[in-house]
């Protein structure tokens, strides 16, 4: 499992030549210079029971140790955990698939809050590739998630989606001079508009949630400076164009939410204005801090 930001790896294989046309800013709650708390082993922060799904994803990689710092207890779901390097006394790997309720519900005794990192691996090279196909990995997996929360009594769900759920792509193929973003949102349709019925499905969940919505996720140091619009309309345009977030600031906001009350029954658009100097965020519309 893989998180549905699929367009991180893309980024990465299309550096420098991909254009990034996200819609721009919704006039909603915008909160500039959201502070992220520093994981710290010191941290008064009581001890949350968590579950994480899907956390062989690279966020997953980065959640893990932080959610452990800040003294929570966490699982991590897979359907290959023994890919997990990651050893602490109060992490544990498990086996599990999203299709089979019964591996959830199994490891979500005294759960309190299940972070969800479920999605497709994406399409890196539209042009030989294809397209993606059919697909309710997502969809079908947070309503298989949603079930088996319901039926052990766990009440919080943070869950990723995509900032690039909130563009549909014009009906036909692009043309044949189309740029490789343009290849790419064609290519990926389909598992976009999973990541939007997976949000609907959210939505009327009646559990305590939170949608994330990322920009591109890239490798690079945390910078601190994250942005976030939040709003509680599932079809709302919330993330500015051109805009990354690094693995990092995704995670360490991710595990605020799992004791925070501030963003529950929200979607929440994310992404980094101010870089590092020498950073390839700069590229992306960010400025030196």
Known sequence: MVICTAAAQLLSAFRGKLLVALLGSYALALVPGFSIAQADESSETSSIKVLLIGATSRAGGEIIPQAIAM?????GLARRPE?????????????????????LEAVLDGVQVVVSMVGPKPILDPANDGDFGPTEL???????IIQAMKNKGAKRLIVASSSLAEIIPVEGPPAADATPYEQYIWAMRTAYQDDRDM??????????????????????PAVGNLQVVATNQGRAKLTPKRTLLTYADFAAFTVEQVVSNEFIGKTIGMYTDVCPPGSSLQNWGCVNN
């Open 71 to 75: 003294g929570h207890e966490v699982i």
């Open 83 to 103: 890919e997990i390097t990651f050893t602490h006394e109060r992490f544990t790997a498990v086996k599990g698939d999203v299709y089979d309720v019964g591996s």
């Open 138 to 144: 997502v969809s079908q997996g947070t309503a298989n």
């Open 199 to 220: 949000e609907a499905i959210v939505r009327v969940s009646g559990l305590d949630t939170v949608v994330l919505r990322p920009g591109f996720l890239i490798d690079e």
